[in-house]
């Protein structure tokens, strides 16, 4: 599985060879410089650590500092692992998107946009007084009954209830590649990813 860190630019369309238009997102893939590679001997698995962003070093803390100097790389902002990389990587090596091509199906990883507290309107659909669902007939968009009585006098857990919407980590799986610009770092996907533009996002192939 090999895969790379980037940031969500945005939204756009496109027209295939059919005339069909096809929405995608443009993301900002890389590069990303290889800050450590973890093998089974020394730290239990194996893994290749990827760093993106540049950070200013007033902000680095001082093992992260060296941490970044063994790499021979300036202060970077993201740090994820990923495991069972395709190719053969060594400390200081740098991934580009071209490690994507047109055609391939990738998963993106994002931290969905954070809405606040929110009813059980929006935040699960109910249907609210007009088509009078969960017990309620006279208050709008109010949750209504929740089935407890007697028994279990409390509510279960995992009911759906009012509560904070979204900032939550969402994976959309198999988005197919439509474009790689590897000059500009810009990796085209059929569809939509989680995040707001500019918030970080996990590539994986």
Not at 15 to 39: H, L, M, R, W, Y
Not at 53 to 82: C, I, M, W, Y
Not at 173 to 189: I, P, S, W, Y
Request: with cysteine.
């Amino acid at each position: 599985m090999s895969g790379i860190i980037g940031k969500k630019v945005g939204m756009t369309s496109i027209f295939d060879e059919t005339g069909k238009n096809i929405p995608c997102t443009v993301i900002e893939a890389g590069p990303c410089v290889v800050t450590q590679v973890k093998s089974v001997d020394t730290d239990g698995y194996a893994a290749v650590q990827l760093a993106y962003g540049d950070k200013k070093e007033k902000n680095t803390s001082a093992p992260l500092k060296g941490h970044f100097q063994k790499a021979n790389t300036a202060p970077k902002r993201k740090l994820v692992e990923f495991k069972t990389f395709e190719d053969q990587k060594t400390l200081g090596d740098t991934v580009t998107v071209d490690i994507f091509a047109a055609g391939d199906f990738v998963d993106v990883v994002g931290t969905s946009k954070g809405k606040g507290f929110q009813g059980v309107v929006k935040r699960h659909g109910f249907g609210g007084v007009g088509m009078q669902t969960h017990g309620q007939h006279n208050r709008l968009r109010a949750p209504g009954s929740l089935g407890a009585s007697s028994w279990p006098s409390r509510v279960f857990k995992g009911m759906r209830m009012a509560g904070q919407t979204g900032n939550a980590r969402v994976k959309v799986q198999n988005l197919e590649v439509v474009k790689v610009f590897a000059e500009q770092n810009l990796l085209v996907v059929k569809g939509s990813i989680p995040g707001a533009k500019g918030s970080f996002v996990i590539v994986d192939k």
